[in-house]
Each structure stands twice: as structure tokens, then as C-alpha cells.
């Protein structure tokens, strides 16, 4: 654990493009100087509602999403304070759900992966390498079009 956690370092100090998902966001937090723990409010296990914060509204990785989103969720440990340099991008009653560091590392506490439609990529990973895309070419709008996965 301990040289991957160097290993997020050195990917978050180089501003390389990284999504982590349920533990790679609590591993991404811890990295970089977050906390993490058993959730006081209990495990988070099934479907649950979270909400975009105002910087999750304007996040590429919630690009179009609404403020309230249905997702799938299966922890008990969660990110109970973001790195310092992190903008929180979405939250429920029980605790952070999603942060981003600069433009191009993100982490999210729920489960893109579950989803009705299993062969269809969820429309988060798409707005990941959308991101990514535009982080490394240097383009801070959508005037340029990204690779889908979709296609």
C-alpha cells in the first residue's frame, strides 16, 4: 500500500490524469494528505441519492449530470475531510462522495461501474477521458471534441 500511495503522489505532483473509484478515492485522499475512516453514520451498501456541490457542478467528470444522482455504493470506510488542495464535488448524509484535484485527478466513493445497462460505459468515464483529453492538450473549454468511449 505504501508504494502505491507514493505512486499517487507522484502522479497527482505531475498533474497526470487519475480516477479513483470507492478505495482508489479513499487511497487518492489518503495520498494526499485526506482523512480517511469507518464512517460514524454506518456502511453505505445498495442505492443511494448524493448531490453535486456548486464545484461538482462545474466539474468536467459531472458535465451535464443533475444535482441529484442515483449510484450504487458498497463501503464502510469513507473520506471524512479532502485533501487541502481537493475541491469537494459531491456529498450525501453520509459523508464526502466525490473530490478532484486540479483538472485532472478525480475521486468518486460510489460505483460508476454498476449500472442497468452493463456493456454501455457510464457517462462519468466518458467526461473522465473527456477531462483528461483537455487537460492534456491544454484546453480549459469543450471547444475541441474528446474520444468517447461510447463510440
Same mark, same amino acid.
Given at each position: 500500500?505504501?508504494?502505491?500511495?507514493?505512486?499517487?503522489?507522484? !502522479?497527482? +505532483?505531475?498533474?497526470?490524469?487519475? !480516477? &479513483?473509484?470507492?478505495?482508489g478515492?479513499?487511497?487518492? $485522499?489518503?495520498?494526499?494528505? &485526506?482523512?480517511? $475512516? @469507518?464512517?460514524?453514520? &454506518?456502511?453505505? #451498501? &445498495?442505492?443511494?441519492?448524493?448531490?453535486?456541490?456548486?464545484?461538482?457542478?462545474? %466539474?468536467? #467528470?459531472?458535465? +451535464?449530470?443533475?444535482?441529484?444522482?442515483?449510484?450504487?455504493?458498497t463501503?464502510?470506510?469513507?473520506v471524512?475531510?479532502?485533501?487541502?488542495? $481537493?475541491?469537494?464535488?459531491?456529498r450525501?448524509?453520509? +459523508?464526502?462522495? +466525490?473530490f478532484?484535484?486540479?483538472? %485532472?485527478?478525480?475521486?468518486?466513493?460510489?460505483? =460508476?461501474?454498476?449500472? =442497468?445497462?452493463? #456493456?454501455?460505459?457510464?457517462?462519468?468515464f466518458?467526461?473522465?477521458?473527456?477531462? %483528461?483529453y483537455?487537460?492534456?492538450?491544454?484546453?480549459?473549454?469543450?471547444t475541441?471534441?474528446?474520444?468517447?468511449?461510447? @463510440?
Amino acid at each position: 500500500m505504501l508504494k502505491l500511495e507514493k505512486f499517487i503522489k507522484v !502522479l497527482v +505532483g505531475e498533474s497526470k490524469p487519475l !480516477l &479513483g473509484i470507492c478505495f482508489g478515492h479513499q487511497l487518492i $485522499a489518503k495520498a494526499t494528505k &485526506g482523512v480517511v $475512516a @469507518k464512517n460514524t453514520h &454506518g456502511w453505505e #451498501l &445498495g442505492s443511494y441519492q448524493i448531490n453535486l456541490t456548486s464545484e461538482g457542478n462545474t %466539474s468536467p #467528470l459531472f458535465s +451535464g449530470f443533475r444535482d441529484a444522482l442515483r449510484v450504487y455504493e458498497t463501503h464502510q470506510d469513507v473520506v471524512v475531510s479532502i485533501p487541502e488542495n $481537493a475541491l469537494e464535488t459531491a456529498r450525501n448524509n453520509k +459523508g464526502n462522495q +466525490g473530490f478532484q484535484i486540479g483538472n %485532472s485527478v478525480f475521486g468518486v466513493q460510489f460505483h =460508476p461501474e454498476f449500472k =442497468p445497462k452493463p #456493456l454501455q460505459p457510464h457517462p462519468l468515464f466518458d467526461h473522465f477521458v473527456g477531462a %483528461s483529453y483537455q487537460h492534456k492538450r491544454g484546453i480549459s473549454s469543450q471547444t475541441e471534441t474528446a474520444p468517447s468511449l461510447a @463510440k
